[in-house]
């Protein structure tokens, strides 16, 4: 009887060392389960196509950035003539360089009354917008005058608003206009860059006739604003000075400092300083006479009692007196200031209460006499409700 086979095991190659097969046996002895396979070949299979897609993306943008751009030039140039010109903002020099539209200002809301009963025009200032930068800051310190073309002497000043090009006045005048002349009237509002030691820029002004428009009823009106006119002539002249009050003690330092643009023909000028409680004299000082000179420099101190109580009571006046050709000295012009004032005298002394123990200086353009007189009237036309109130 011979032998059984022996089992079929492979044979190396001729010429080979036959060696035992060490990862299969391991794998072979590692209990597997029957997924594990199936999810190794998931795996795989997602990061390989993972990475071709990679490569495909990068191919792709490489080839789209080293592309020629003709073809989108092309289709620029069709869109700028059909609708693009409405999406595309213009350039600066060509807004300002077009010859065919006027220049802007900005605009105005301003309010009118009209009380048949007292004969009296009521103008309300609301807000100005989009004014033009006056510094080179890119900003303004606007503020607006309002006159009448028939009373040169009566103008109303707003208080003064910084670092805007959108003010908000919200300041109410009033004018006593009979109806006869309120067709021949035109009402005329400035709009000015404050400047504490220069001349007032003008930034716009407003022209309205009032027999253009129907003041049987309120009017709101919004209305641009035209270029300044000419400046007004200032024959009364200019006069500088600095405030400090002293809440603790009460004490108010006046330093009436120069003047300037004096009429020609005047002489031996000084400066009267003048208060007022509740619109009666009370004490007064004057500085000595500057003799032949249209800009007379003083720089002379006064200093007045003042309880912090009675401030807001208090009006302070100083007039630049002078001779003239008749030897006979008169008032040539007035600044009042107090919590009555308006306009510039009224910020000065509103600077003076918020930086107290600090001097604050200021020019101020002199006023007529009559107009700027407290103890007669200090505001005679002006209705109750007064800036900043």
């Not at 000043?157 to 309120?182: I, M, N, Q, R």
């Not at 309205?208 to 000419?230: K, T, Y």
């Amino acid at each position: 009887m011979g032998r059984p086979p022996a089992p079929y095991s492979p044979q190396a190659p001729m010429g080979t060392t036959a060696e035992p097969s060490l990862v299969p046996d391991l794998i072979g002895r590692i209990p597997w389960p029957r997924w594990a396979p199936i999810a190794v070949a998931v795996a795989a299979s997602t990061l390989v196509v993972s990475c071709l897609l990679c490569v495909l993306c990068c191919c792709w943008c490489r080839r789209r950035r080293t592309e020629p751009r003709d073809k989108e030039s092309v289709g620029l140039g069709r869109a700028l003539s059909a609708t693009t010109t409405h999406l595309v903002q213009p350039e600066v020099d060509d807004v300002e360089s077009s010859p065919g539209e006027p220049q802007q200002w900005g605009r105005l809301q301003l309010s009118l009354q009209y009380d048949l009963g007292s004969q009296q025009i009521r103008v309300g200032l609301k807000q100005a917008v989009d004014l033009r930068a006056g510094g080179p800051g890119g900003t303004t310190d606007p503020y607006a005058c309002v006159s009448l073309s028939t009373q040169a002497g009566h103008t109303h000043e707003t208080k003064v608003h910084h670092g805007t090009l959108c003010p908000v006045f919200d300041e109410t005048c009033c004018f006593h206009v009979p109806p006869a002349e309120l067709p021949g009237t035109t009402l005329r509002v400035r709009l000015l860059d404050f400047r504490r030691f220069s001349r007032h820029e003008p930034l716009g002004e407003l022209r309205l006739p009032l027999g253009a428009v129907d003041l049987r009823h309120v009017l709101e009106l919004w209305r641009p604003l035209g270029p300044p006119g000419a400046a007004e002539a200032e024959p009364l002249g200019e006069l500088c000075f600095s405030l400090r009050y002293v809440p603790g003690s009460g004490q108010l330092t006046v330093v009436v400092l120069e003047a300037r643009g004096l009429g020609p023909g005047l002489a031996d000028s000084y400066v009267k300083v003048q208060l007022l409680l509740n619109r009666r004299k009370w004490k007064k000082r004057r500085t000595s006479a500057r003799k032949g000179t249209a800009a007379p420099y003083f720089n002379e101190a006064f200093s007045f009692l003042v309880p912090f109580r009675q401030i807001q009571s208090v009006d302070l006046v100083l007039a630049v007196w002078a001779r003239g050709p008749r030897f006979r000295a008169a008032p040539v012009g007035k600044v009042v200031l107090g919590a009555r004032a308006s306009g510039q005298p009224l910020q000065h002394w509103a600077d003076m209460l918020a930086h107290a123990r600090r001097p604050v200086a200021q020019w101020h353009r002199l006023r007529p006499p009559g107009e700027a007189d407290p103890a007669s009237a200090l505001s005679p036309d002006l209705c109750p409700s007064l800036p900043g109130s």
